[in-house]
């Protein structure tokens, strides 16, 4: 029997659900400890009882730990030494980190112009008051074309600072130096707090009796075991498990605009014929311009439990939220309140909602018809501030490659999007959405697990992509970072595809998952020519296993 557990934890509550063949057979719901999300996940699994821990197949995560710790700036600090060459002006870019330059050139195939000089190694300066590096990232400009030079200074460092944790660029495997190196500075930033939950969480759930493996939910709506993910990929992984929630609620070959409205942020995604959208550029997270897979989604602060103030013009929708809705014990009018008091939800205290409405409202109009006036206000200003951004993500999706080849294969389809709503605040702000947005709106079947029930039906994302330089010699795999000597001929053809099948199996071994329907892309040849002659190729070829989910659910 195929038994599945999802946890998502949210900014304001951590969800979890239990499936049984694909269907939902018990959901729980706590408050988020953001101090301490390990105890949270416990607590949302003692609430959600499981009856036999030992038929669980797998738990799947979905955490804002690594977001939140970059967002909130509580990185270490990192040391970035940086291999630039000549050809371009660091200056003209907005770096957000500090950095350091050091000699050494490769050209864009991997040719050696200027080698690297140890001498200025010896004159580096670091962040820590000990003199003593503790956290170093070193990125080339095209080494992952070859990475002799980062190696190379990696050695040095790790024979001058025995105990100094280093990460090299070339392991991001792509080009866009800039983006290389923040990913590669990010990761080593939150690697040792993300590796303290992973070990706390896994003692936690053995003295559950829980033995079933662990994934976690990456940005591209795949995910990996927990010892196997690079901590930056797990970044919005709540917008992921959005999307896929949706998947497991709409028919195969729907297209859908995604809506879910937390007590925090509010995650927009978009499905196209039953395939989430990939962004074809890299999660931006706060300041950082990253290399990571994601989905094309985007998180708006604006949810159930977003501060209402009073102001001049009357009140103002603020970005943050001050703890639970005044009607469910907290401090501050919300949204939730407003909901509450017209009916459109039947949880909270109706006569506390009033109370908060009436405590915005000036003495002279403490009545309920301002009281309703008030609230319809405030339940129109939230859905306009979710349709401006639906409206202005439309335009960006409409904007990436995969969107405009869509748009082409189904031109019919263009237009005809439906909204998919979800979320603790989703039940009473539908009929609102739907007549802003102008498109059909349906509720999910679970709005209030619904990114649980996501992660619990994640499956695994893969993507390995060869580049091969035959008169080089030399080969890399763009997302591992893997390097290597070609042995082969100048000019192969089905000896590369073998080769690409050994690759992708030997990387799904690293990561612990199976294959299976992986989709290829055509490989491009692109020749060599000297003195009138082909001397060799340059080949790209891509196998990919495409985010989705293993069902549907059933009610």
């Known amino acids: 029997m195929s038994c599945h557990v999802g946890i998502d934890v949210g900014g304001t509550y951590t969800d979890a659900v239990y499936l049984e063949q694909g269907q939902i057979q018990r959901t729980a719901k706590v408050p988020t400890q953001e101090e301490n999300l390990v105890e949270t996940i416990v607590n949302v699994l003692e ?8 038929q669980v197949n797998q738990i799947t995560v979905s ?3 690594v977001t939140n710790a970059i967002l909130q700036k509580r990185l270490p600090p990192v040391n970035l030494l940086l291999f630039p060459g000549n050809g371009m002006s660091l200056n003209a870019l907005p770096w957000p980190v500090d950095y350091q330059v050091l000699s050494g050139e490769m050209d864009f195939r991997g040719r050696e112009v200027n080698p690297s000089n140890p001498s200025e190694w010896q004159r580096l300066s670091w962040k820590e008051r000990s003199g003593s590096p503790e956290l170093v990232a070193v990125v080339g400009k095209f080494s992952h074309r070859n990475n002799s030079h980062e190696n190379r200074l990696a050695d040095y460092l790790r024979k001058s600072y025995p105990k100094c944790q280093i990460a090299l660029g070339h392991e991001w495997g792509q080009a866009n130096f800039y983006r290389r190196s923040l990913t590669t500075h990010l990761n080593l930033g939150v690697t040792g707090c993300y590796q303290l939950f992973a070990q706390q969480l896994q003692t936690a759930l053995s003295g559950l009796k829980i033995q079933a493996p662990i994934a976690i939910l990456k940005a591209d ?3 990996l075991p927990i010892g196997k993910l690079r901590p930056i990929e797990s970044i919005y992984s709540g917008p992921a498990a959005s999307v896929l929630a949706a998947l497991t609620q709409s028919e195969t070959s729907a297209s859908t605009i995604v809506v879910d409205i937390g007590g925090t942020t509010t995650d927009l995604g978009l499905i196209l014929s039953g395939t989430p959208l990939l962004s074809s550029r890299g999660a931006q997270i706060g300041p950082y311009s990253t290399l990571v ?14 501060v209402i103030e009073t102001c001049e013009q009357g009140f103002e929708l603020k970005n943050y939220r001050l703890g639970s809705a005044y009607c469910l014990g907290g401090k501050a009018l919300t949204p939730t309140d407003a909901m509450r008091y017209l009916g459109l939800i039947d949880y909270g205290n109706r006569q506390l909602a009033e ?5 915005h409202c000036p003495p002279d109009l403490r009545a309920p018809q301002y009281y309703q006036q008030l609230a319809g206000d405030i339940i129109e200003a939230v859905v306009n501030r979710i349709a401006e951004a639906v409206d202005s993500l439309k335009r960006e999706w409409q904007d990436e490659p995969a969107y405009k080849v869509w748009e082409v294969l189904h031109p019919h389809e263009a237009q005809t999007f439906n909204t998919l709503l979800s979320g603790g605040g989703a039940q009473g702000l539908t009929k609102a959405l739907g007549k802003r947005l102008g498109t059909p709106v349906q509720l999910g079947v679970y709005p209030e697990v619904s990114n649980a029930l996501g992660a619990a039906m994640a499956r695994p994302t893969f993507d390995c992509t060869l580049h091969l330089d035959t008169y080089m010699k030399r080969y890399h795999v763009q997302e591992t970072g893997e390097q290597g000597k070609w042995m082969g001929s100048p000019r192969p053809y089905r000896e590369v595809e073998d080769f690409l099948d050994q690759l992708v199996q030997k990387q799904a071994e690293q990561y612990g998952i199976q294959i299976h329907e992986i989709e290829k892309e055509p490989f491009d040849f692109f020749p060599i020519v000297q003195n009138y002659q082909t001397v060799g190729q340059i080949i ?3 196998a990919h296993l495409r985010p989705g989910v293993i069902g549907r659910v059933v009610k």
């Open 47 to 54: 609430t959600l009882n499981l009856p036999d821990v030992r």
């Open 63 to 65: 955490t804002t730990l």
């Open 221 to 223: 709506g795949g995910i």
């Open 293 to 306: 897979h994601s989905l094309a989604v985007r998180s708006i602060p604006v949810g159930g439990d977003s």
């Open 355 to 359: 109370e908060a409405l009436a405590s």
């Open 540 to 542: 790209r070829g891509a």
